[in-house]
């Protein structure tokens, strides 16, 4: 896993040499199949910066810090010197300075952590920007679908929902075709991209989903992204875009639901549904603890140096 990135912003980022490392880690460090991880000079200090609301990714990241023996800062934006004007980037160079490793950030600016790969402050990892990317989250459905043991190569995948405005979808497109994985979405026409990326096809029709679906991926109708000026309001999603238990179970071949969460029960997905054998909500949140793991050690082993402020570049009094 050399030359692993110092910003890890977007899925393009990795390569799919990478992308398998990180896989295998964590699937080594959920069986216990690796000796511990010990990191030789220093505990590592990693802090989170969740500029916007998390219950799962902030909370993955942090028991995966944990998990990892090392040091964690819970970086608290309302009381920092961002409420003072200070810009992201002089924040992140004074966490360096201060010794810490790496920072995970949420952001609700989309592409806010793209300007960062040229001169890292820091070493970062997206922990959601926007309506861009969500990488990690990415990286742990396909972690869930192969520990599942559900083979990917050849398969439709369903991303059902709100995907114009889902940094989830985003990453996931990118992801899922160096599986081999077809990507179909689906959804009200206002939610859809108006470009499709090359092999992604769309779909208005869920009878069709229902058809064509190996494995559906539902997301939440996302109206804090929602411009006021967008003609969003689906009025009756549930019972036009929303899938229930029967209709999974009609199916001859039965097919694995996930979700990012948080969940809308009643409308993207239905109580009964929710609750059943065929949703793997729970399995996601349980290998995100793994997978962030395995990307952590990942990061603070093999990530580029040259990081931050460099003291060869002071004047010399
Ligand atoms: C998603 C997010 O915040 O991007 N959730 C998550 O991180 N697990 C999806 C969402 O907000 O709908």
Request: with cysteine; charged share 25%.
């Amino acid at each position: 896993m050399e030359n692993f990135p110092s910003v890890l912003e977007s899925i393009d980022d990795l390569s799919k040499r990478q992308i398998d490392g990180v896989l295998g880690l964590a699937h080594r460090i959920k069986n216990r199949s690796d000796t511990p991880f010990h990191f030789s000079n220093k505990t590592p200090i990693i802090a989170t910066s969740f500029l916007e609301n998390s219950t799962r990714t902030k909370h993955s990241f942090e028991i995966a810090i944990s998990k990892l023996g090392c040091t964690y800062i819970d970086f608290n934006s309302e009381k920092s010197s961002l409420k003072k004007g200070e810009s992201l980037e002089q924040t992140l160079l004074t966490l360096n300075d201060q010794g810490v490793d790496l920072c995970i950030i949420r952001t609700s600016v989309s592409n806010q952590l793209a300007e960062f790969k040229e001169k890292p402050p820091i070493k970062i990892i997206n922990g959601g920007d926007g309506v861009n990317e969500h990488p990690t989250q990415a990286l742990l459905d396909v972690f869930t679908l192969i520990e599942c043991g559900i083979k990917l190569d050849g398969k439709t995948f369903c991303i059902a929902g709100d995907n114009i405005h889902s940094r989830v979808g985003h990453s996931l497109i990118k992801l899922l075709p160096q599986f081999g994985v077809k990507v179909l979405l689906f959804g009200p026409n206002a939610f859809q991209p108006k470009k499709l990326p090359a092999g992604v096809e769309v779909t208005y029709n869920r009878d069709e989903v229902l058809k064509k679906a190996d494995i559906l991926y539902l997301l939440r109708v996302q109206t804090e992204r929602h411009d006021d000026k967008e003609d969003n309001k689906v009025l009756d999603y549930a019972k036009d875009y929303g899938f229930t238990l029967e209709m999974i179970e009609s199916l001859k071949n039965k097919i694995p639901v996930l979700h990012p969460g948080p969940a809308n029960i009643g409308v993207e997905i239905c109580h009964e549904l929710i609750n059943s054998k065929y949703y793997l909500g729970h399995v996601q949140v349980r290998n995100s603890i793994y997978l962030r793991m395995a990307l952590i050690q990942a990061m603070l082993q093999n990530g580029a140096k040259n990081i931050g402020f460099n003291e060869n570049n002071i004047f010399k009094f």
